[in-house]
């Protein structure tokens, strides 16, 4: 076999090939590729269980007294797991990856918007992952071992993922005890280091005092920090066998281990004034401080593979390509960007909250308003070009996410509800007046 023919090969699809594998990107599952519900919620804790949620609670517990902390954060997260939920469901109904479910609401090439601008962010969350994992091992961004723990982490990463689901399950279900057991170590280390109950709230209130948050503002940080896993949920749950499980994956990932980790997040920079996890462990001693660094490297492995798996499977379905070059070349991306970019975390998801949300909007009101909870999967080869319609009502959440949100509501939240009500109106006025676009009408 000549070196031409090879090199061809690796980037080719072998259509066959792909649809006996495990998570095929270019179709939707089949029966037999559902997986069992335990697996399936494993690693659900394991994504959720990012270092995310513990640099957001840190940053809400520098800015907001801990019982409105805890409620700031209930209400940022449940606003996400609506979405979850909602997109969640999808996946489970037709067996869609996201880049097959914005192809089906905004056309085959109209899908390139969604699909480039979510790849693009969530390498960005790899290469915050791969940094999260030199900073946790190196201890400072200015330590020569920083650069090589993270390039090692960023290959890793990329290997790992080569596996696929299954891959990630081998990862999710050992970390999945340790992280759990540590976590709840130090959440009763930190209340009892404190002093009690009374006296750690009285410490929560001396700090909200520093740096004082709206609840607007805190609540969009929460949104911020976890809307791009809503948006692209459809990524595991298209694997449910049952409707329940599509449902509570999302409610674990973006319920549960957010609370979790933000409360133990808040706990540990309230009490000792540092906020990075690993760092205040070791005031508990060399054995729970070693044992949190071995967890917290299991939820980075665990997070970096899932962060790389969900671009490398969108841009795979959307531009046709072997999962296979997606994984190598949006973990090589992520890998380098992992060398700067996780100093620039806030930043990130202050952004993430106002661009992402208005992405979805269209997708959700097309599926269960216009077309009754039904997509006709068999016509995937046959879909328009672009759903102006989509296009617009996400440039018209964008631009009011930026431009005006009311004072009462969080803007990540008014530009998804912008553009959802901006997709009603085009679409539903050009059905109107006889046009019709998108999936509603597709070519013989």
Sequence with gaps: MSEEHTKKSWFSVDESQEAQSADSPHAPLGADQRRDAVPLLTLAFGWGFLVTGLLVGSSLGAGLYFPDLIRNAMWGNLINFVVGALVGYMGYQTACNSGLLYRLTYGNIGAYLPVLFLAALTIGWQGIVVGAFGLTWAGSFDSPLFYPIALFAGVLYTLTTLYGVKGLEKVAVPSTVVLALVGIYAGWFNVDKAGGW?????????????????????????????????????????????????IAIPFVVLVVTQIFLQVIGAMGGIVS????????????????????????????????????????????????LPKRVTIVVCGAIGTVLGLGIYQHFMDWISQIANVVPPLIGPIIVDYYLFHGMHYDTSTLDRLPAWNPAAVLAFAAGVVAAYAYTPAWMASGLWGLLVSMGAYVVLFGGARLFGLRFGYAKVRP
């Design 198 to 246: 009374q006296a750690f709230l009285e410490l929560s209130k001396t700090a909200s005092t520093k740096q004082p948050l709206s609840d607007t503002d805190a609540i969009n940080i929460v949104i911020g920090s976890w809307v791009v896993g809503g948006v692209v949920m459809a990524e595991y749950t298209r694997f449910a066998r049952k409707a329940w499980v599509a």
């Design 273 to 320: 004034g540092n906020f990075d996890f690993s760092a205040y462990l070791m005031t508990a001693g060399a054995v729970v401080g070693v044992t949190g660094l071995i967890a917290m490297s299991l939820a980075l492995w665990t997070t970096g593979d899932t962060n790389l798996y969900l671009p490398a499977i969108q841009t795979a379905s959307v531009f046709h």
